[in-house]
């Protein structure tokens, strides 16, 4: 079956950086458009970035341009967030997901908090 496991959440002091990490596995990775969702305390769930099968192109929310990176490794089935700069309104539970399957899957998400 499909399974998407994130890490790397934690919490950190704004300005820091994170990086979090999404194995996938139960798919073909490797031709499937994957995204970082994220769900903000009180707020409905919002994409924050996507990347197409072998990286070329990328997407990202305006408020997060310039200080995140998605990455992938196709050979390790891995997607990626780098977050640099991070402010207290990126706290968050960030969700790994698949794009333009039949059925698109959720990772169970991982906890990110900016706070001093």
């Known amino acids: 079956q499909v399974q998407l496991a994130e890490s790397g959440g934690g919490l950190v002091q704004p300005g820091g950086s994170l990086r979090l990490s999404c194995v996938a596995s139960?798919?073909?990775?490797?031709?499937?458009?994957m995204t970082w969702s994220r769900q903000a305390p009180g707020k409905g769930r919002e994409l924050v970035a996507s990347?197409?099968?072998?990286?070329?192109?990328?997407d990202y929310i305006d408020s997060v341009k310039g200080r995140f990176t998605i990455s992938r490794d196709n050979a390790k089935n891995a997607l990626y967030l780098q977050m640099n700069d991070l402010k207290p309104e990126d706290t968050a539970i960030y969700y790994c997901?698949?794009?333009?399957?039949?059925?698109?899957?959720w990772g169970q998400g991982v906890q990110v908090t900016v706070s001093s």
């Open positions: 990347m197409n099968p072998t990286g070329s192109s990328t």
């Open positions: 997901k698949t794009y333009g399957l039949l059925n698109d899957y």
């Open positions: 139960g798919f073909s990775f490797g031709t499937t458009i």
